[in-house]
């Protein structure tokens, strides 16, 4: 069955830098679009960024568009987040996302907290 483990959460000082992975097992994890989501205390969830199948394209949300980084390592069935310049804004719960004929995955995501 689909797997998704999110790992690399933590506390983290504003300006300061984390990068979140994604460890994917119970599909072909080269063949799919994946993405990471994030959710602060009291919001919906919202699309942070985007990534191709074979890596070759990315998008990314206007609020952390020239700070994070999605990429991927098909070899290894991982998908990572390299989260730069963090602010306290960019505190949530971030989660990685299949989305599979028309069925979504989620992980269970880890926890970012920017704070001094």
């Known amino acids: 069955q689909v797997q998704l483990v999110e790992s690399g959460g933590g506390l983290v000082q504003p300006g300061g830098s984390l990068r979140l992975s994604c460890a994917a097992s119970?599909?072909?994890?080269?063949?799919?679009?994946m993405t990471w989501y994030r959710q602060a205390p009291g919001k919906e969830r919202e699309l942070v960024a985007g990534?191709?199948?074979?890596?070759?394209?990315?998008n990314y949300a206007s609020s952390v568009k020239g700070r994070f980084t999605i990429s991927r390592d098909n070899a290894k069935n991982t998908l990572y987040l390299q989260m730069n310049s963090l602010k306290p804004e960019d505190t949530a719960v971030y989660y990685c996302?299949?989305?599979?004929?028309?069925?979504?995955?989620w992980g269970k995501g880890t926890l970012v907290t920017v704070s001094s």
């Open positions: 990534i191709t199948a074979a890596g070759s394209t990315t």
């Open positions: 996302k299949l989305q599979k004929v028309g069925i979504n995955y």
């Open positions: 119970g599909f072909t994890f080269s063949s799919y679009v």
